[in-house]
């Protein structure tokens, strides 16, 4: 897998095992607009169940999760099915994609053959991922219930290798994998008998449900089965909003109740106007763009254009550094409180990699720290102006460690965004020389240069490298600068930004089909059956 003889990659070797793999066939002919949005309905329905069908036999109570910080991110819900959520899918799509733009494995993605070997070495890794993320989790931070280990131990008997507990866990790990995989074939079905990516619809219905909640929710904020109270109000914006307005007297609005409202978690109103504006300004991003001019080649006055967003390269770097910086927390968590690798040399306990109290999931120094998510601006911002009051919140760092925080967290999101977006556009057929020889298949031309496929390279170099860069820096830093002023019911910036992107490109890919359908010939333009 990591080496590539002169000819073919040894990925080729996979072909055997990789072939035999479950998996979703293409449709054999078009399929109707109607029926590739029922397949949509249909999967978000079964994803939402997903989410509601809680792993057998786990402990809730003692369960840790490990992603709580990236969990509206990465599309899942915390002791479900959806433990996982789309992180084994993405992470494989991360190291596929430094393998091949590193050249460490030799694949050509513009040949058939290639692209195929590389799709399957994919879903082959996926399911290594998903052993690799649940394996550690469940031995260590998703517990089996004393019940459901008692009940075993009387068949398998409480020592050995195959005792109760043993069996309770592998029970639990195979729960995540069928989980997993399902998500992996749902992603499947949508891509390729529905409309758009089912990975963008699950973090789309994730995030939205999380925003809903955390607008909406009226349950108490510190205690959700105890009464309202001034020290137990909604955890809502809007529900918390009105209980204090309407049971603080004056004093105790000027006294803190006020600074409860706009700045205090959860879920206060700046977050709820930074939501807003993240929603406006990424809507007024998404319809930024250059259009090309196009002629066709035959038909005299058929004229067009080819559009190239300033978000050329979606909002997939995102989903791939969110996907990168929850597998670091996980991993430096793991390092730092497990009991078998907290032993690891150099690795295992320091606290130069992540510090982690028992019983929190954020850390609280350490490289893990500088790489963390700012949870809006009472982790940084009120911390620097008045370390008096607020430094608890940012775990007492001084002024200049939350500073050089904010610069690492945004120049690592911004950089990394860039690097992938440039992965992704070379992985997609959406550089130059394949945008080009779209065009030129589909009888089009830019007027005034010959019909030429490496003529339409050369003007399309000059735009795509550029704005691809561009787009990756600007998806970096509208997550980064989302995370910094903070959202409502715990989505993220980064979630939020996602969300309004994968909405506003759903409803491009449903103008688009309907166009498909209207007029057959765009199809083979628009890459339609």
């Keep these: 897998m990591l080496m590539a003889d002169d000819q073919k990659s040894k990925l080729y070797r996979l072909k055997p095992i990789t072939d035999r793999l479950p998996a979703v066939s293409k449709p054999e002919g078009h399929v109707h607009f109607r029926t590739k949005m029922l397949w949509v309905v249909i999967i978000l329905v079964f ?20 992603f709580a910080q990236y969990r509206a991110i990465l599309a899942g819900a915390q002791g479900s099915l959806m433990h996982l959520g789309i992180g084994p899918i993405v992470t494989a799509s991360i190291i596929m994609q430094l393998f091949v733009g590193a050249k460490i494995i030799k694949l050509d993605l513009t040949n058939r053959e290639d692209k195929a ?12 991922m998903i052993v690799v993320e649940s394996v550690p989790q469940v031995f260590g931070y998703l517990m089996p219930s004393d019940a ?41 079905v949508v891509s390729k008998w529905g409309i758009g990516s089912g990975i963008s619809l699950f973090i789309a219905a994730g995030v939205a449900e999380a925003l809903f909640t955390g607008t909406l929710n009226t349950e108490g904020a510190y205690d959700p089965n105890s009464p309202l109270s001034t020290s137990n109000p909604p955890s809502g914006t809007i529900p918390k909003t009105i209980f204090i307005l309407t049971n603080y007297s004056a004093s105790d609005l000027v006294g ?64 791939l550094m969110a996907a990168l910086l929850a597998n670091v927390s996980m991993f430096t968590m793991m390092f730092y409180t497990n009991g078998a690798l907290s032993s690891i040399p150099l690795l295992g306990g320091q606290d130069w990699l992540g510090v982690y109290p028992p019983g929190e999931t954020f850390p609280t120094s350490g490289l893990a720290w500088y790489l963390s998510t700012p949870r809006g601006v009472g982790d940084w911002l009120l911390p620097m102006l008045n370390p008096a009051a607020y430094g608890q919140y940012a775990y007492g760092h001084g002024s200049l460690q939350i500073l050089l925080h904010v610069l690492i967290y945004v120049g690592v999101m911004v950089g990394g965004s860039i690097l992938f977006a440039k992965f992704w556009i070379m992985t997609t057929n959406m550089g130059p020389e394949a945008v080009a020889r779209q065009i030129e298949s ?51 910036g980064t979630g939020v930004l996602l969300a309004v ?18 007029h057959p010939v765009l199809r083979g333009f628009f890459g339609g059956e």
Excluded: W
């Design 47 to 66: 994803y939402f169940v997903m989410t509601n069908i809680f792993l057998y036999g786990l402990d809730s109570e003692e369960t840790v999760d490990l």
């Design 501 to 518: 992107g994968i909405m506003i490109q759903f409803y491009e890919a449903l103008g688009r089909e309907q166009m498909m359908e209207m």
């Design 117 to 128: 070997v590389y799709q399957s070495s994919q879903k082959f890794l996926v399911i290594v």
């Design 148 to 188: 459901f280990v008692t009940s075993l131990g009387g068949t398998f008997g409480d020592v050995g290798l195959i005792s109760g507990l043993n069996v309770a866990r592998l029970i639990i790990v195979m729960q995540l994998c069928v989980g997993s995989y399902l998500v992996f074939l749902m992603d499947e």
């Design 256 to 319: 803190g109740g006020y600074e409860q409202i706009l700045i205090q978690n959860p879920n206060p109103m700046i977050a709820l106007i930074g939501t807003l504006i993240i929603f406006l300004f990424v809507a007024y991003t998404e319809s930024s763009r250059i259009e090309l001019p196009l002629a066709h080649g035959t038909a005299r006055g058929a004229r067009g254009r080819y559009p190239i967003k300033l978000i050329y390269a979606s909002n997939i770097p995102v989903i």
């Design 442 to 492: 589909s009888g089009l031309q830019i007027p005034g240069f010959r019909r030429d496929p490496r003529v339409l390279k050369r003007v399309l170099e000059r735009y795509i490298p550029i704005v691809t860069v561009i787009s990756g820096a600007v998806v970096g830093a509208l997550a980064a600068g989302a995370d910094l002023i903070g959202t409502v019911g715990n989505a993220s």
